[in-house]
C-alpha cells in the first residue's frame, strides 16, 4: 500500500500565505514526480506545481512567482507554499505522486485526500 498525506490548507484572507505539505509513506520502490493539483467547484483538476527527483521545477502560470514547490527526497515529502494568495487560489488541492512500488515495475500516479484552500476577498 501506498499513502500520501496531506497538511495544511484553511482559511485565509486575500494576500496572505499558507503551506501545503504532503508525506509519501509505504511500499515504495522509487519515487519520481511530485506535485500538487487543485479543483475548483465546477471545474476540472489542473496541475498546480510539480517537481522531479532532480528538483527541476514547474508551475502553471497563473500561480508564477507567488507560489513555490520543494521537496526532500530522504523524508519523501513534498511542500507547496503560498504566498499573495487570491480568491480564484481556493479549490481543494491534492497531492500526486508518480512513483513504482515495491515488487513493481510500472509506476503509477497515487493521490492524497485533498486539501480544501479559502481564500477570501
Known amino acids: 500500500q501506498v499513502q500520501l498525506v496531506e497538511s495544511g490548507g484553511g482559511l485565509v484572507q486575500a494576500g496572505g500565505s499558507l503551506r501545503l505539505s504532503c508525506a509519501a509513506s509505504g511500499s515504495i520502490f522509487r519515487l519520481y514526480a511530485m506535485g500538487w493539483y487543485r479543483q475548483a467547484p465546477g471545474k476540472q483538476r489542473e496541475l498546480v506545481a510539480s517537481?522531479?527527483?532532480?528538483?527541476?521545477?514547474n508551475y502553471a502560470d497563473s500561480v508564477k512567482g507567488r507560489f513555490t514547490i520543494s521537496r526532500d527526497g530522504a523524508k519523501n515529502t513534498v511542500t507547496l507554499q503560498m504566498n499573495s494568495l487570491k480568491p480564484e487560489d481556493t479549490a481543494v488541492y491534492y497531492c500526486?505522486?508518480?512513483?513504482?512500488?515495491?515488487?513493481?515495475?510500472?509506476?503509477?500516479?497515487?493521490w492524497g485526500q485533498g486539501t480544501q484552500v479559502t481564500v477570501s476577498s
Open positions: 517537481i522531479t527527483s532532480g528538483g527541476s521545477t
Open positions: 500526486n505522486a508518480n512513483l513504482i512500488r515495491l515488487w513493481s515495475a510500472v509506476p503509477s500516479d497515487y
